[in-house]
């Protein structure tokens, strides 16, 4: 899964121990893997805008990750 932040912020939470707020030009993946319990939520009181993105694995039974990072985005500001 493939979560970019457009406007606010989101909050990821997992049980592989990751806690994250990402924001305006913040993206998150999310590989489940063998398994993984997660929540996403918009931490804030103003108004977020996320695109969120699934793919089907290539392989099963992968070990479940999580990365957070930032791009530029003003190309997409809106």
């Not at 063998?34 to 290539?58: A, C, I, K, R, Y």
């Amino acid at each position: 899964m493939l979560s970019i932040v457009l406007k606010g912020d989101l909050r990821h939470e997992d049980n592989l121990g990751n806690v994250m707020i990402t924001n305006f030009g913040g993206v998150q993946r999310m590989s489940a893997g063998t398994g993984v319990v997660h929540t996403e939520h918009n931490p804030s009181e103003t108004e977020d805008v996320s695109l969120q993105l699934w793919f089907e694995p290539e392989q099963r039974g992968l070990t479940p990750s999580y990365k957070a990072t930032r791009f530029n985005l003003l190309l997409f500001a809106f």
